[in-house]
């Protein structure tokens, strides 16, 4: 078993990555981070390496956490929703974390879209962590 969090470099991010390696070192088990990017035209080669230098970093303290784990980016051209669910379905994940951040009333109305196919989709449970203030 495992927990999957869905990672990228902003306050909801690092605080969905949080939540997971609290939640791995009190249960025992894997910790997979999921960076998931559509790719294409849309990732240059330097975005491309401000992400790896990132994930190394993520890998480094999780490391000196002496938390087990596995560090994915992954340029699949899919959905960050479809590779979260994915790899939680792959893994047999106990669940899935992933961060929300504040929105406007308006954007109350709708939730981000990829936190909300997640939600919906993902055959186990999801933990939704919001960014600390």
Do not use: W
């Not at 959905?79 to 994940?93: K, N, Q, S, W, Y």
Request: charged share 30%.
């Amino acid at each position: 078993m495992a927990i999957v969090v869905g990672y990228v470099p902003s306050p909801e991010g690092r605080a969905a990555l949080r939540r997971g390696a609290e939640e791995a070192r009190l249960r025992g088990t894997k910790l997979i981070v999921i960076n998931s990017n559509r790719g294409g035209r849309d990732l240059t080669s330097s975005d491309a390496a401000r992400q790896e230098a990132d994930l190394a970093d993520v890998r480094a303290q999780l490391g000196r956490d002496a938390i087990e784990h596995e560090v994915r980016l992954l340029v699949r051209g899919l959905e960050p929703a479809e590779d979260l669910i994915a790899v939680a379905e792959e893994e047999g994940a106990d669940f899935i974390v992933i961060g929300l951040r504040r929105r406007t009333a308006v954007g109350k109305l709708i939730l981000g879209s990829n936190a909300q196919r997640v939600l919906l989709e993902a055959t186990c449970p999801v933990l939704a962590v919001k960014a600390e203030e």
